[in-house]
Each structure stands twice: as structure tokens, then as C-alpha cells.
């Protein structure tokens, strides 16, 4: 199974401020990587597959890179409706997830 | 518009089978487009894939589940259906229905579902 590491769990941030979000894959996805943003009650939503394609009606802001094994969702500058759980999930080999790292309001 | 719904039981004894049903609205399960599958979210914890189904009824399982969960689809009735037997309480979570593009990842969820196992 390829194991999904996010960091940090955790991360603090202002309105307006960039946001970087780590994800790491226990072994080489190429770059069969999604990028998910879940809130409380809610479904996950798509923002960002291929490691870098934006999924549609998903806000310039976000931004994806990386390849191989390691990977980082951008949040260029973050809106009151950013702050959620966001969730990597690899499909190079079945799919698993990330543990998550919640964007919170510093 | 393309909608999932999933419907079932929200509370299930241990040692039971849980199962729950995802309608689809505005697409056809049997399209080679797409992969349907369920995923759930234990209370607190993170997401985690339980399996997918193609047009053809071939099935993908998570190794960890392999040997408890079975999805199959009614066509007739564009729905997918999940058990998963021989339940505990580390069962217990939110059950998402979503289709899955062809490459892996989720481009729509159903709303979910909470499964609560408990006697």
C-alpha cells in the first residue's frame, strides 16, 4: 500500500496570507495526485488532479506541483470560504488518502 | 446535474452486514468513462477508499476490506450497492457514494451517509 504523509497537521494562517501544504508518498506516484478541500458536514470537493490541472470552477488561487513523490497544494492568498481539511489522495496504485492538513484562521 | 445519493441503515448491530445503496441521477453507470466506487470517513479520522466498480462489473477492492466488502451494480436501476459484513465499531463512519474519472481521482461525491455500529 503507498503510504500518504501530509504536513503539517496543522497550519495557521491570516486571511490574504499564502498557504503551502505538503504531501508525500511513501513511493513514486508519477503524478497521479489529487488535491481535495472538505468542510464539516460536507462532501470533499475536487480542486486539483494530475498533480497540477485545476478541476473546473476551481479558483485560480489554487495552485498544484510536484511529481514523484512529493507534492504541494498552494492557496495563493486566502478567502474567509478557504479555511477546511484538505485531503491528497494518490491513484498510481488503488487510491488512498492523506491524512489531512487543516487550514485554520491565525 | 449530476447527483449521488446514498441511502441505508444508520445504525447496525456488530457482527452484522451494513448496507447501503447510491442513486445516480444525470449519468448512466454504465458509462466506460467512469468508475463508481465508495469511500468512508471514520469519525475524526481521514478518508479512506473501500472500492469501485467498472461499467464492465469488474470490482477493485482495498486490500484491507477485500475480504468483507462486495459492490455491485443494478444497472436497470442506475445504482451501486455496498456490503461490507461482519461489522465492529472501526466501522463506524460516513459512507460517501462518487464517481471516479478513469485515472483515480473523485470528481463527484454523494452527500454521505453516517453508519453507526453499535448494539
Known amino acids: 500500500e503507498i503510504v500518504m504523509t501530509q504536513s503539517p497537521a496543522t497550519l495557521s494562517v491570516s486571511p490574504g496570507e499564502r498557504a503551502t501544504l505538503s504531501c508525500r508518498a511513501s513511493?513514486?506516484?508519477?503524478?497521479?495526485l489529487a488535491w481535495y478541500q472538505k468542510k464539516p458536514g460536507q462532501a470533499p470537493r475536487l480542486l486539483i488532479y494530475?498533480?497540477?490541472t485545476r478541476a473546473t470552477g476551481i479558483p485560480a488561487r489554487f495552485s498544484g506541483s510536484g511529481s514523484g513523490t512529493e507534492f504541494t497544494l498552494t492557496i495563493s492568498s486566502l478567502q474567509s470560504e478557504d479555511f477546511a481539511v484538505y485531503y491528497c489522495?494518490?491513484?498510481?496504485?488503488?487510491?488512498?488518502f492523506g491524512g489531512g492538513t487543516k487550514v485554520e484562521i491565525k | 446535474q449530476l447527483q449521488l445519493q446514498e441511502s441505508g441503515p444508520g445504525l447496525v448491530k456488530p457482527s452484522e452486514t451494513l448496507s447501503l445503496t447510491c442513486t445516480v441521477s444525470?449519468?448512466?453507470?454504465?458509462?466506460?468513462?467512469?468508475?463508481w466506487g465508495w469511500i468512508r470517513q471514520p469519525p475524526g479520522k481521514g478518508l479512506e477508499w473501500i472500492g469501485s466498480i467498472y461499467y464492465s462489473g469488474t470490482t477493485y477492492y482495498s486490500p484491507s476490506l477485500e475480504s468483507r466488502v462486495t459492490i455491485s451494480a443494478v444497472t436497470s436501476r442506475n445504482q451501486l450497492s455496498l456490503k461490507v459484513t461482519s461489522v465492529t465499531a472501526a466501522d463506524t463512519a460516513v459512507y460517501y457514494c462518487?464517481?471516479?474519472?478513469?485515472?483515480?481521482?473523485?470528481?463527484?461525491w454523494g452527500q454521505g451517509t453516517l453508519v453507526t455500529v453499535s448494539s
Open positions: 444525470g449519468d448512466s453507470i454504465i458509462s466506460s468513462y467512469y468508475y
Open positions: 489522495q494518490q491513484y498510481n496504485y488503488w487510491l488512498t
Open positions: 513511493q513514486s506516484v508519477n503524478n497521479n
Open positions: 462518487a464517481r471516479i474519472r478513469g485515472g483515480g481521482h473523485v470528481d463527484y
Open positions: 494530475g498533480a497540477s
